[in-house]
Structures are given as structure tokens and as C-alpha cells.
């Protein structure tokens, strides 16, 4: 079975500061890893994936994440908040058919101006 | 390349009735999953198909069904709908290629709301 722990509902930061979502999965089999982003009244999208490959994962919009098998962990960081990043973020994880994907409860991220 | 469309993006139906919600999935993407999306229990896997059959499903109950069409178009069916089911409907569809091509990129959704 697998599962996702997003720490945090909420986050609350200041422009210009440091994004830090924080994420832990569980996964009895070699996990794929994601992080999507929803804003209002919209679908979600792809920020990054962990496939097997890089264990730090760069992704759209300034994002990364590092998959950290030790500590089962896959945190979303970005150096400098941006007054758009304010939205809905989801980690979400699968087994490598990737035909069922479990998501997290999500953290909404908002930026103090 | 035009990405995932969801048709209709609102709907509102009656306790009882039965609803179908259709989602046409990226060109060339075979598999197409949906998701149900409320406030209380956030995004729950619905069911997954590829190539016309369905490969993987959550734990709804049988009144939640689906289908998939040969140009891999895929529609889910709501029959006797519930209050509970008023959510976001999120369709997403993927490569499911070997070299990497897994994630899935989702629609906007379908609205549906059950009065």
C-alpha cells in the first residue's frame, strides 16, 4: 500500500522568503514521486516528478524537490516566494505503472506581501 | 497540442438522477484516470483505463462506473447520485511510455453539484 503525509495545511510566507512544503511517503515498492499545484478553480498541474533518476528534481516555476529515501521524504522548496506561487500544492506518489496515483491532503501556500 | 478537456465544467443534478461526465484525453495519451475531489476527503483515485479497460480502481461504490472509447476518449457514469457526490471531477490522462512518460496532466474538471 502506499501514502502520502503533506506536514502543514497551511504555510504562511513572506515574499521573497524560502518555500518550504514538506512531504512523506510511504511505499512498500521503488516509488515515482510528484508534486502538483492547483490553483482556483483549476485542474492541477505538474511542478516535478521523481522517477529513479536524479534524486534532486528540478521543476517549473523555480521548484525542486529532493527524494530522500532514508527519511522516505520528497520536500518541495523554492528559494524566493513569488506573490503568484499562492495556491493549492499536492505530493502525490504511485508504484511504477503509475496507473493509480495517491495524493496528499495538500498544503495551501500563501505570500505575505 | 491541445491538452485535457472535460465536458460539461459545471453541472447541477437532482438526488436520484444519473450523470455522465465525459473527458477527452492529450493526443496520443492511452490512459485516462479520474478523480474525485471534495473539501473533506480531498482527491480520491476513482479508476484508471488503458486501451479501452480499466486497469485500476478505487474504493467507490458500484454506482461509480466508467468507460473507455477506442480513440481512448473515457467517460464516468454517476447513476442514483447522492449529495455526497457533489465534488470536482478531475480527469487526467498520460503517456504511460517507458522513458518516463508517466505523470499525468489533468483537465479543469466537471463541477458537478446534487441538490
Known amino acids: 500500500a502506499q501514502s502520502v503525509t503533506q506536514l502543514g495545511s497551511h504555510v504562511s510566507v513572506s515574499e521573497g522568503a524560502l518555500v518550504l512544503l514538506r512531504c512523506n511517503y510511504s511505499?512498500?515498492?521503488?516509488?515515482?514521486l510528484f508534486w502538483y499545484v492547483q490553483y482556483p478553480n483549476q485542474g492541477l498541474q505538474l511542478l516535478l516528478k521523481?522517477?529513479?533518476?536524479?534524486?534532486l528534481v528540478k521543476g517549473i516555476n523555480g521548484f525542486e524537490a529532493e527524494f530522500k529515501k532514508s527519511e522516505t521524504s520528497f520536500h518541495l522548496t523554492k528559494p524566493s516566494a513569488h506573490t503568484s506561487d499562492a495556491a493549492e500544492y499536492f505530493c502525490?506518489?504511485?508504484?511504477?505503472?503509475?496507473?493509480?496515483?495517491?495524493f496528499g491532503s495538500g498544503t495551501r501556500l500563501s505570500i505575505r506581501p | 497540442k491541445a491538452g485535457v478537456t472535460q465536458t460539461p465544467r459545471y453541472l447541477i443534478k437532482t438526488r436520484g438522477q444519473q450523470v455522465t461526465l465525459s473527458c477527452s484525453p492529450i493526443?496520443?495519451?492511452?490512459?485516462v484516470s479520474w478523480y474525485q475531489q471534495t473539501p473533506g476527503q480531498g482527491l480520491q483515485f476513482l479508476f484508471e483505463?488503458?486501451?479501452?479497460?480499466?486497469?485500476n480502481k478505487g474504493n467507490f461504490p458500484g454506482r461509480f462506473s466508467g468507460r473507455q472509447f477506442s480513440n481512448s476518449r473515457s467517460e464516468m457514469n454517476v447513476s442514483t447520485l447522492e449529495l455526497g457526490d457533489s465534488a470536482l471531477y478531475l480527469c487526467?490522462?498520460?503517456?504511460?511510455?517507458?522513458?518516463?512518460?508517466?505523470?499525468?496532466?489533468f483537465g479543469p474538471g466537471t463541477r458537478l453539484t446534487v441538490t
Open positions: 483505463y488503458f486501451s479501452e479497460t480499466q486497469r
Open positions: 493526443s496520443g495519451h492511452r490512459s
Open positions: 511505499s512498500s515498492v521503488p516509488p515515482y
Open positions: 521523481y522517477t529513479s533518476a536524479a534524486t
Open positions: 487526467a490522462s498520460s503517456l504511460q511510455s517507458g522513458t518516463g512518460g508517466y505523470e499525468q496532466y
Open positions: 502525490a506518489v504511485s508504484d511504477r505503472s503509475a496507473s493509480k496515483i495517491i
